[in-house]
């Protein structure tokens, strides 16, 4: 099945620094992909929708300033948190939509960050 | 937008026994209706998923029913076993590439 990767797959940082998440798709292509945030023992959070060559779609909530999102080719979104927090630690997962496919979406293995 | 309901929040079953858990959703523009098995730290993996034309789907020991009028779906798990003890999110969209509605997840544990 189609595969999508995340990197980095934990990352721990200082309060303040900025940390950028990629989500490749490694074979196949996705004008769409999406970003979910997970707190623990919670459920996946829509953050959201980011679209190859034009601006994300932030969900209500979600500030578009703070979680920059970035969709500059058809296989690579990437997620930067700037000015992390403490409240920002979670698990991250994007997912790419298969255009070519049943338009089925693939997520990827996911990002812990921890923010000290 | 639309908003899903998830119950029970945790089930604890006897292996063998059967699973049953329900999911509402409020949207009526919703045809995609998929389950996700989650393990700690990992992936949401799909199990299995319906769609609005179908009444229900059976994939060996897991079936999933859906009605549409009710606005109701339900993941049923048969001879359970322990490696079936997980979370399983239901989730609610207009079609398998849009954005999924999750619903808040249950914690299943199967005791052998």
């Known amino acids: 099945g189609a595969v999508v990767s995340q990197h980095p797959s934990w990352v721990i940082c200082k309060s303040g620094t900025s940390v950028k998440i990629e989500c490749r798709s490694l074979?196949?292509?996705?004008?769409?992909m999406f970003w979910y945030r997970q707190f623990p023992k919670q459920s996946l959070m829509l953050m959201a929708t980011?679209?190859?060559?034009?601006?994300?779609?932030?969900e209500q909530g979600v500030e578009k300033d703070k979680f920059l999102i970035n969709h500059a080719s058809l296989t690579l979104s990437t997620l930067t948190v700037t000015s992390a927090h403490p409240e920002d630690s979670s698990f991250y997962i994007c997912?790419?939509?298969?255009?070519?496919?049943?338009?089925?979406?693939?997520f990827g293995p996911g990002t812990r960050l921890l923010v000290l | 937008g639309e908003n899903v309901e998830q119950h029970p929040s945790t089930l604890s079953v006897q292996e063998g026994d059967s699973a049953v858990i329900k999911c509402t959703y409020s949207d009526s523009a919703s045809n995609y209706f998929p389950w996700y098995k989650q393990e700690l730290g990992k992936r949401p993996q799909l199990i299995i998923d319906?769609?609005?034309?179908?009444g229900e789907k059976k994939d060996q020991r897991i079936a999933v029913t859906l009605n549409k009028t009710a606005k109701h779906f339900s993941l049923h798990i048969t001879e359970t076993q322990p490696e079936d003890s997980a979370v399983y999110f239901c989730a609610a969209s207009r079609d398998s590439g849009y954005a999924l509605n999750f619903g808040k997840g249950t914690s299943l544990l199967v005791t052998p």
């Open positions: 319906i769609r609005s034309n179908v």
């Open positions: 980011s679209n190859e060559g034009s601006k994300a779609t932030y």
């Open positions: 997912s790419a939509r298969d255009e070519q496919g049943a338009e089925t979406q693939y």
């Open positions: 074979d196949f292509q996705a004008t769409t």
